[in-house]
T-cell receptor, first 115, second 111 residues
Framework: GAVVSQHPSRVICKSGTSVKIECRSLDFQATTMFWYRQFPKQSLMLMAT?????????EQGVEKDKFLINHASLTLSTLTVTSAHPEDSSFYICSASKGQGDGYTFGSGTRLTVV | DAKTTQPTSMDCAEGRAANLPCNHS???????VYWYRQIHSQGPQYIIH???NNETNEMASLIITEDRKSSTLILPHATLRDTAVYYCIVRVAGGFQKLVFGTGTRLLVSP
């Protein structure tokens, strides 16, 4: 159990356009999900905490108007990168927990390339 | 959450035990030690976690010192597929507290 699906796995978009990434918990309900960004050869950086039915909580330095997070249901959170630029090219990863002590499950990640 | 310190990289021969250390000298009494790993271009994978007793599962063993200021993740018989970045994280268990990743240890398992 505890499977998290992330889609798409890879996307290329033009500069100035918006891209939506989906994160789904397939076999459990996730009231809270997390979004990370990872640049090459670096660790994961937490961007925001996504809460079902309420506004996301963003980490310091993350632009909430640029990285829109919607947690519309107990199994789906979306991250929209608005007006993407080449510097937004990165590996985006979501995670979710059942709320128990056995750790978090991560999606397989989305490789975003902005050209 | 308490900060952790890990070596940047380690090497291990295939079939041998890989022992990955982690220092967490400022850990609080209610914080657990979690281990995750990330294989190249994939999402992190949960390995194991513990509070103060040693833990073992099908993937690894976790040894926590009595003062809880450090721990060691043991992969008993490393394979090439264990090549990954291993992250040691300390946090309060349960609930929905966020996971903050450090720099981790890059483990290279060689034939």
């Amino acid at each position: 159990g505890a499977v998290v699906s992330q889609h798409p796995s890879r996307v290329i978009c033009k500069s100035g356009t918006s891209v939506k990434i989906e994160c789904r918990s397939l076999d459990f309900q996730a009231t809270t999900m997390f979004w990370y960004r990872q640049f090459p050869k670096q660790s994961l950086m937490l961007m925001a905490t996504s809460n079902e039915g309420s506004k996301a909580t963003y980490e310091q330095g993350v632009e909430k108007d640029k990285f829109l997070i919607n947690h519309a249901s107990l199994t789906l959170s979306t991250l929209t990168v608005t007006s993407a630029h080449p510097e937004d090219s990165s590996f985006y990863i979501c995670s979710a927990s059942k709320g128990q002590g056995d750790g978090y499950t991560f999606g397989s990640g989305t490789r975003l390339t902005v050209v | 959450d308490a900060k952790t310190t890990q070596p940047t990289s380690m090497d291990c021969a295939e079939g041998r035990a890989a022992n990955l250390p982690c220092n967490h000298s400022t850990i609080s009494g209610n914080e657990y030690v979690y281990w995750y790993r990330q294989i190249h271009s994939q999402g992190p994978q949960y390995i194991i976690h513990g509070l103060k007793n040693n833990e073992t599962n099908e993937m690894a063993s976790l040894i926590i010192t009595e003062d809880r200021k450090s721990s060691t993740l043991i992969l008993p018989h490393a394979t090439l597929r264990d090549t990954a970045v291993y992250y040691c994280i300390v946090r309060v268990a349960g609930g929905f507290q966020k996971l903050v990743f450090g720099t981790g240890t890059r483990l290279l398992v060689s034939p």
